[in-house]
């Protein structure tokens, strides 16, 4: 069972930085394309960010420019390198396989607020 732990969110102000990483075990994990998702406070989850195992990168619209998605195969995790943070970013952020999606790890948390 793939096991996925995200982590670094918190509490930033509008116009701030935050990388968040995610930590997937029990995968051959270099050879899976990596997707970031997030849910907003009464929205559905919705995707963002996604990364190949080649490294090629695809964005919403709503955070391309933004956020950068990465990722490390010999650390098995995938990154959201996330700038110019808006009140409208805030949710809890979640990764997931794209090819083989495994249930939903607790996600991280950010809020956007001053």
């Known amino acids: 069972q793939v096991q996925l732990v995200e982590s670094g969110g918190g509490l930033v102000q509008p116009g701030g930085s935050l990388r968040l990483s995610c930590a997937v075990s029990?995968?051959?994990?270099?050879?899976?394309?990596m997707g970031w998702y997030r849910q907003a406070p009464e929205k559905q989850r919705e995707f963002i960010a996604v990364?190949?195992?080649?490294?090629?990168?695809n964005y919403a619209d709503s955070v391309k420019g933004r956020f950068t998605i990465s990722r490390d195969n010999a650390k098995n995790t995938v990154y959201l390198q996330m700038s110019s943070l808006k009140p409208e970013d805030t949710a809890v952020y979640y990764c997931?396989?794209?090819?083989?999606?495994?249930?939903w790890g607790q996600g991280t948390r950010v809020t956007v607020s001053s």
């Open positions: 990364i190949t195992s080649g490294g090629n990168t």
């Open positions: 029990r995968i051959v994990f270099s050879t899976y394309t």
């Open positions: 997931n396989v794209i090819e083989a999606p495994a249930n």
